[in-house]
């Protein structure tokens, strides 16, 4: 396995084997659930590196929170296949943004999944952003080479321009993570839900690209819509709550092989 990630010490390499709730109508990991294995992994290589949301919680009162994630999918593992990800820090910008690159790679091998992500720092009480501590940008002297990163996503990401799709929902206690919002892996789930059953199980994503611009607490009446994008089998989707936007997202999908 040739991952560029690994330039870097900071890198963390974990096995994985997709689990039985993962696996959704149509025999594949999840979009969501892939979603929490990447929060998984990115977690036990914060705690290696000693910059996890729980450490920064009782050293700054502060703790992560993702701002943009945008996975790209070549192939979709199915039930009880073993995956190994590789995961690391991959830059700082202006001391309020840190990024995180993602290589899913197969027992083969192959690269069949990667994402690029975007954090943030907040308060834990005030609920507002901090600049990064120096103990933490000062990991920036063991990043790869720039040329190992993917590339950062820098375009917003639109509501839909008509929402001809719409669910709604409410924030239920095991959605919440241990910042007390809700966690980041749902937003995704609740955003996919407009599509419905028949769609979603004769298609997969082939990518999805998510800006999370507010937080949802236990309790909020949230509406999930969805309209057609910029070509076929494309979509836009947004998660709001009395008209506010809390995220956008844009899909891409196909059908299985």
Known sequence: MNNPLTQ???HDTIIFQVPAFAVGPHGYLSL???IRILQEAAMQNSVRLKISS???IEAYGCSWVVRRQRVEISRWPVLGEEIVVTTAPSGFARKLQTFRDFHLVDETGQTIITAATQWLMMDISSRRLKTIPPAVTALEAD??????????PDNKIPAPAQSHLSTKSRVTFSQLDFNDHLTNPVFPELMLEPLGHDFLRQH?????DIMFHKEARYGDTLEAVAGFSDGPLRYDHALLRD?????????????PA
Not at 143 to 152: N, S, W
Not at 204 to 208: D, G, M, T, V, Y
Not at 245 to 255: E, Q
């Open 143 to 152: 990043l790869a080479p720039a040329t190992a990163h993917l590339k950062r």
């Open 243 to 255: 008209g506010e936007t809390l995220a956008t997202m844009h899909t891409s999908w196909k059908k």
């Open 54 to 56: 729980p450490e920064m």
């Open 8 to 10: 870097s010490p900071l």
């Open 204 to 208: 997969l994503p082939s990518s999805a």
């Open 32 to 34: 969501p659930h892939l």
